[in-house]
């Protein structure tokens, strides 16, 4: 319905009494503009009329006229925008008109940059890239969709010989290290290494009877330093197979397991992203300690942490940004000295960005060459991360004997049938003698 004029009356058709003056049932366009619209701050007051439903309007202030924004005339608009070919989605693109536009119906037109790719909006064929440097990262929950992933099941069915370690960065989190303990994937695997466990006040962190707890050497003498790392092996591995090696630090653990045929030396390393003192110190610990940690050339040292450390070996090229060539300097010193081999492969990202979704690669595996023949599978499992934290974990399985416990039967009580054992149990007392009570005052000569 039209407004008219500014000002002009208005009758609302269906609310006049019979008989009555239109004019004194009228509302004016300025009140009509205002009905049922208060404002912070203005004085409202109600009307109502016999007849008519109550409505609310402004008293001190007149009313605000609406007008059409007008787009300005831009010289540009009415020149054509030339495309490369690639770009054109018409063969016949229409022509400008000879006349200028309508300033009151123009509209801006959005200029394509030739070197850059659209995204489409619909979900490409797999494993097509969006960019020509951004390959396609899903977020299916399913993780053999996932280009990242290698396969491999979440549930391990390997002989017990194998030796299984979980590596993941937990984020300081009592929810994501509770989930992944109590899960029913943890009991599987022999090894849970973690970078940034929860930690209570008392200096304890959270797990679970089926775990041995391995605290950092300094974690109770040097209370002032922050615990960064724990390891966790699982009960049913032998005691007598495995130890800890002391470490003058809060940020790194040793451990190493004894088999029969080889040693193998695992160092859980947290290396804070704007320090170098863990790095260094672990160069000096290697070179005075290294007859220790691999006393033989076929023992097996693992190198499995959270370096916070950003380098093409294994970073995708879009994450060029994150590069500092002089920050992983000092890492890549230590590989080349050690010789050790990158046993993730490169471009598998291992943490995801809660701000902005980037996948990067903070955590990282490295091995002597004898562990790299001794790889059975080595990947990420994002359908398993858990909640609380940004980490995948990393999924590593050996070739190697962990000794195990000789583990005892037990009885399954559950599967008693009661109704019979207490058949059988009243049987049995019937043949065996009435208790007689002992007179009082007896006493055994």
Not at 81 to 92: G, R, V, Y
Not at 254 to 282: M, R, V
Not at 324 to 343: G, H
């Amino acid at each position: 319905m039209p407004i008219g004029p500014p000002f002009a009356p208005i009758v609302l058709a269906g609310n006049t009494p019979a008989g009555a003056d239109p004019a004194r049932y009228s509302l004016s366009n300025a009140e009509r503009l205002t009905r049922n619209t208060p404002r912070i701050g203005c004085h409202t007051s109600q009307r109502k009329s016999p007849g008519r439903k109550s409505y609310t309007y402004r008293s001190h202030q007149p009313p605000r006229r609406t007008q059409t924004p007008t787009l300005h005339h831009l010289p540009w608009d009415t020149e054509p925008i030339k495309q490369p070919a690639a770009m054109q989605h018409s063969a016949n693109p229409p022509s400008p008109s000879s006349q200028p536009p309508n300033p009151t119906t123009i509209r801006p037109k959005i200029t394509p940059i030739p070197h850059l790719r659209t995204i489409p909006k619909t979900p490409p064929p797999d494993h097509a890239p969006l960019h020509p440097l951004l390959p396609l990262l899903r977020t299916s929950t399913d993780s053999s969709t996932l280009p990242f992933s290698h396969p491999m099941p979440s549930d391990p069915t390997e002989p017990p010989t194998r030796l299984r370690i979980w590596q993941q960065n937990l984020n300081t989190s009592l929810i994501a290290q509770s989930s992944l303990l109590n899960g029913p994937h943890a009991s599987k695997w022999d090894i849970i290494v973690i970078q940034e466990p929860y930690i209570n006040f008392l200096r304890n962190t959270s797990a679970s009877q089926r775990w041995h707890m391995l605290y950092p050497t300094h974690h109770y003498t040097h209370p002032l330093q922050c615990t960064h790392v724990v390891t966790l092996i699982n009960s049913t591995i032998d005691t007598n197979a495995w130890k800890q090696i002391p470490y003058p630090s809060s940020d790194v653990i040793l451990l190493q397991i004894a088999s029969p045929a080889s040693k193998c030396t695992i160092f859980n390393i947290y290396n804070d992203c704007n320090s170098q003192d863990t790095l260094t110190s672990l160069d000096t610990f290697l070179a005075s300690n290294m007859a220790t940690i691999c006393p033989t050339p076929n023992d097996h040292v693992l190198w499995m942490g959270d370096f916070n450390r950003h380098h093409p070996m294994w970073e995708e090229p879009w994450n060029r940004h994150l590069i500092n060539y002089a920050a992983a300097q000092p890492l890549i010193d230590l590989i080349t000295t050690y010789e050790m081999v990158q046993l993730l492969p490169a471009a598998i990202p291992t943490l995801q960005s809660v701000s902005t979704g980037n996948w990067t690669r903070p955590d990282n595996v490295f091995g002597t060459e004898p562990t790299l023949n001794a790889i059975i599978s080595c990947c990420t499992e994002p359908a398993l991360r858990g909640p609380k934290t940004d980490h995948v974990p990393i999924h590593l399985t050996l070739d190697l004997t962990a000794p195990r416990m000789n583990s005892e039967p037990r009885r399954n009580w559950h599967e008693v049938d009661w109704d019979k054992f207490n058949e059988h149990l009243n049987s049995l007392l019937s043949m065996t003698p009435p208790h007689q009570k002992k007179p009082y005052g007896y006493r055994l000569l």
